[in-house]
């Protein structure tokens, strides 16, 4: 009720506030021609912040700056707002940004939910969107477009890494406390179908309300009633920081129970600390501390907000937006403005190489493939300098990490 | 194993008591609000923002003064407690005259910057803060393993329910405030400082947030929206229990606290939703709540 309108209304009102900043642009019609514009969109206020917030926004901003796209004539801008994860919001605010903003490209977008609407609504008005923060897989299945790429990790690779290692180290029972909205729901689905192939078996799921649950314990103890050997956390963000405290809070872990954190990012981590969350298993496809190239990377970025490290899809976010402006320096500003699905076409042509995820391609069906990582959470003694919190176990290959191509039912790849 | 409507009663009886347990949270809140209201006649929305500053608080005290658990409950509540006094010497106390609107709005927006301040300072995601080791561990209940440091939330909520009870209805104090909520210049021509009364009410009402949000700081995630997620939630609880009623939000606090948990088994996804079913069935029924004056 009251979030519904109180809330909404004042924050409706903050979150367009960024494209009231933009209006200026508009007399400046000569300069329009030869301008890509970038929105980033993403979570600027709630549980996502630390993931995608702000820190996109200053990774986009190195890409631009390191693109080297300015030195040659071209004017980039960029501008952020807060979707609040709320589809409504999200879809307001991109059509807003198209239609009167002059906006070629959208960013980042976490909540998978957001991301879906969004998606549908750049396809229509032909830009482009480079999805790093939302998770689920049918951005590149059965709602795949030719104006989207999607980056940086996705449901069905985040359930063949952690899902695939947890089955594989003898867990045979699963039950899911997943978020209930469509990154859940997706989580969900593609961890238990590897569950199911592996020879485990489901024994349940509890759909938690999103957002806006904060007691995980009923969930736990339902979980821990059902006596599976793992308990699956189809969530993310200050969620599945919630169930991991309270889980070790129940004493689950003592029990036997193992926890498997289907996306678990650095930030919360950190938020966590080590002596709880020590021993998690988890899959990113970008930490700061893999190789001389990911530290080159965190430092060029800087001090993020909040003293933080970059997470994974800030590091997408720098990825895919350097990715694409060197596609416009070779396609030419006049021709990937008119037409977002060229733009993409020729991202996809050309192979993708940055400090972040090293080389990588982008799939016809519109993701991108690069190695995935299975990592273990360090114990506090073993970690040896601020942010060592990750020993990587494992690395999957870029061309098992992500669901097959002709897997994901994508029109794109059957036509 | 004995069943109650295909539920495993071991179950059922575990989700009773975490729900009571969650109950305790909403009745120390709704406590809180219910005190401010009842003698100021403002709606605090800025309540959420001063629960999650007094986990905050509890966070500082121990990363940055060395001071544990024991230390923030005490303190804690003093130091957000000052704060609340000098947001109604400040702001509040200028809105009494107007409609009870100005004051709600004025609220809920210093609730924002508080916010947004503690994010900018200190991110999204929260800041660990583990459970002190006397309270750590857990009982073995036969149906469930109750961890001790829940068991404690209970007893010291019902305890500080009871106390704030017995300080507004059987101490002289609270009788001068009951009595300035009815007729304020009356007691004033009696010699008592009523605006005074009305600053330390505030106070009071913010330090049982603090205090609420110390006792949450272990086992919520310390974040700067953790008081956004629950403050909706106890805003409702107060509307059901009936506007500036104390025992009214108690018992309600409780007792939706034990429906939500119900919820939270026979139908998971509506659990953030019921309370808010009730409260429109309650206003259809009797607008006044269930234990307020029409």
Redesign the interface.
């Known amino acids: ?3 519904d309108t ?1 809330r909404r209304a ?1 924050l409706g009102a903050a979150a367009t506030a960024p494209v009231w900043g933009a209006l200026p642009w508009r007399s400046a019609r000569a300069q329009a021609a030869n301008t890509i514009r970038i929105g980033v969109l993403n ?1 600027q ?7 995608t ?1 702000p820190g996109s926004t200053q990774a986009v901003r190195l890409a631009v700056q390191e693109s080297g796209i300015t030195q040659r004539g071209v004017n980039v801008e960029v501008i952020q707002a807060d979707h609040q994860n709320r589809p409504d919001v999200g879809s307001t605010v991109v059509r807003q940004w198209i239609d009167r903003d002059g906006i070629d490209v959208i960013v980042d977008v976490p909540t998978s939910s957001v991301a879906l609407a969004v998606n549908t609504i750049v396809r229509e008005r032909n830009k482009v969107f480079l999805a790093s923060g939302p998770a689920t897989s049918d951005l590149t299945g059965a709602q795949c477009s030719p104006n989207t790429v999607h980056w940086t990790y996705d449901t069905w690779m985040l359930a063949r890494g952690t899902g695939g290692a947890m089955v594989a180290a003898g867990g045979q029972t699963w039950f899911f406390i997943t978020a ?1 909205y469509a990154f859940g729901h997706a989580l969900e689905r593609d961890t238990s179908e590897f569950v199911r192939q592996a020879g485990g078996r489901i024994l349940g799921a ?4 999103f ?5 995980f ?3 736990l ?2 979980a821990q ?1 059902s006596r599976a050997q793992v308990v699956g956390l189809a969530n993310a ?2 969620d599945t ?2 169930s991991i ?2 889980a070790a ?3 689950l872990t003592r ?1 036997g129970v193992r926890l498997a954190g289907l996306l678990v990012f650095i ?2 981590v ?4 080590l ?2 969350a020590q021993g998690l298993v988890l899959t990113e496809t970008f930490y700061w501390d893999l190789n001389d190239r990911t530290r080159a990377f965190t430092q060029r970025l800087g001090s993020m ?2 003293g ?1 490290r970059p997470s994974m899809v800030q590091a997408g976010c720098y990825s895919a937006v350097l990715h694409y402006l060197k596609a416009v320096g070779d396609m030419g500003v006049a021709a990937a403005k008119a037409s977002g699905v060229d733009a993409v076409n020729r991202m996809k042509a050309m192979p993708t190489s940055d400090d972040a995820f090293g080389e990588g391609t982008i799939r016809p069906d519109g993701r991108k493939i690069h190695p995935a990582y299975l990592f273990q959470v360090k114990a506090p003694n073993e970690s040896r300098y601020a942010w060592d919190y990750y020993t990587l176990l494992q690395t999957v290959p870029a061309d098992q990490a992500f669901r097959p191509l002709a897997a994901g039912g994508c029109a794109l790849v059957r036509s | 194993m004995d069943e109650i409507f295909g539920i ?1 009663a ?2 059922l009886f ?2 009773l008591l ?2 009571l ?2 109950g305790a949270f909403y009745a120390l809140l709704s406590l809180g609000l219910a005190v401010i209201f009842g003698m100021l006649n403002v709606i605090n929305f800025t309540h959420g923002a001063q629960f999650m500053m007094g986990a905050f608080v509890a966070w500082m005290l121990l990363n940055w003064a060395g001071l544990g658990y024991w230390w923030a409950l005490l303190v804690a509540p003093l130091v957000v407690g000052l704060t609340g006094v000098i947001i109604e010497k400040t702001m509040i106390s200028r809105l009494y005259k107007l409609d009870h609107l100005y004051g709600l709005l004025l609220t ?1 927006g210093v609730g ?1 910057v508080i916010e ?1 301040v503690f ?10 803060y ?2 002190p080791a006397e309270l750590q561990g ?1 009982w073995d209940l036969g149906f ?2 109750m ?1 001790i ?2 068991g404690w939330v209970v007893i010291v909520a019902i305890v500080a329910c009871l106390a704030t009870w017995l300080v507004i209805e059987k101490t002289k104090i609270g009788s001068y405030l009951r009595a300035a909520t009815e007729n304020p210049a009356l007691v004033q021509a009696f010699g008592i400082n009523v605006p005074r009364m009305m600053t330390l009410t505030y106070g009071a009402g913010v330090a049982l947030a603090a205090f609420a949000g110390v006792l949450a700081a ?4 310390v ?1 700067p ?2 008081g956004a ?2 403050i ?1 939630i106890v ?2 609880v107060v509307v059901i229990g009936g506007m500036g009623s104390i025992l009214g939000s108690v018992v309600t606090g409780f007792t939706l606290g034990v429906i939500e ?1 119900l919820t ?2 026979f139908w ?6 019921v309370i ?1 079913v009730v ?1 429109a069935i309650v206003l259809l029924t009797r607008p006044a709540g269930l234990f307020g004056r029409a």
């Open positions: 009720m009251s979030q109180t004042v979570d206020s709630g549980l996502y912040r630390d993931i917030g209930d509890v759909r938690t309300p957002p806006g649950t904060t007691d314990s009923s969930f103890v339902q009633a963000g200050g920081i919630n405290k309270q809070e129940f004493g029990r930030t919360d950190h938020s966590l600390g002596q709880t907000p909040g933080l | 495993p071991p179950l575990g989700q975490l729900g347990i969650n809920f924002l947004g994010r900018n300072e200190f991110g999204s995601s929260g800041m660990p583990r459970i857990s469930m393993f961890p440091y829940r272990p086992i919520y995630s974040n929206q953790m997620n629950l909706i805003f409702a948990g939270k088994v998971p996804e509506a659990s953030s939703t808010f409260m």
